[in-house]
């Protein structure tokens, strides 16, 4: 079955240390995904596309079709970048979202 | 543009309470959605819509009805709401469903049913 995992609930790391939010997959078809992020008192958004392979705030993340892994990456967080964040898929079956339970991420300063 | 408003943003119900929750979006998408969200766990689809007049049953239907009379606005009812429909319910809407197209989200209902 198709699932979504993201083993962290809760990240806390350092203003200017290296930030990993790892994001597992299992599907069957041709995956897209996705991450999404809830900054405080905010609605939820697009943060990044694994199709535009782009860097959007400093994060990245790369598919590995090998590891069924979409792991969001920045090499120095800063503050601002506390917030919730959320890897979702895209079934090409039916293009519905999948999404992962959330890993909330704390920059201390 | 107000982009995905929901209205209310909090309600209180009792068991066997029926409700109507309003989404409109002032984008012109094609696609709309409700999704529910409970602790510890992932957004889930409830209903979604492809277009004016559609509608069709996503992840979790059960307990649910909606409709899409008009594109710019999905409902989504509860006939007799339950206590384990207490969830903060989000909706969404997007252009179409092609792959990397964005879904952009309302702020979100809080629902209680006691």
């Known amino acids: 079955a198709q699932r979504v995992t993201q083993p962290e609930k809760l990240l806390s790391v350092f203003k200017g240390a290296p930030v990993e939010l790892k994001c597992n997959y299992s599907?069957?078809?041709?995956?897209?995904l996705f991450w999404y992020v809830q900054y405080s008192r905010q609605r939820l958004q697009l943060l990044l596309r694994?199709?535009?392979?782009?860097s959007i705030k400093g994060f990245t993340a790369d598919l590995n079709k090998g590891e069924t892994s979409f792991h969001l990456k920045k090499p120095f967080a800063q503050e601002e970048d506390s917030a919730m964040y959320y890897c979702?898929?895209?079934?090409?079956?039916?293009?519905?979202?999948?999404w992962g339970a959330g890993t909330k991420l704390i920059i201390k300063p | 543009n107000a982009g995905v408003t929901q209205t209310p943003k909090f309600r209180v119900l009792k068991t066997g309470q029926s409700m109507t929750l309003l989404c409109a979006q002032d984008?012109?998408?094609?696609?709309m959605y409700w999704y529910r969200q409970d602790p510890g766990m992932g957004l889930r689809l409830i209903h979604y819509?492809?277009?004016?007049?559609?509608?069709a049953k996503g992840e979790v239907p059960d307990g649910y009805n909606v409709s899409r009379l008009k594109k710019q606005n999905f409902l989504l009812g509860l006939e007799s709401a339950a206590p384990s429909q207490t969830s903060v319910y989000f909706c969404?809407?997007?252009?179409?469903?092609?792959?990397?197209?964005?879904?952009?989200f309302g702020p979100g209902t809080r629902l209680t049913v006691l």
């Open positions: 969404a809407s997007s252009y179409d469903s092609r792959p990397g197209r964005e879904q952009f």
């Open positions: 984008m012109n998408h094609e696609y």
């Open positions: 819509s492809v277009g004016e007049g559609t509608t």
């Open positions: 599907y069957s078809g041709s995956p897209e």
């Open positions: 694994h199709i535009s392979r782009e």
């Open positions: 979702a898929l895209l079934m090409d079956s039916n293009y519905q979202l999948i």
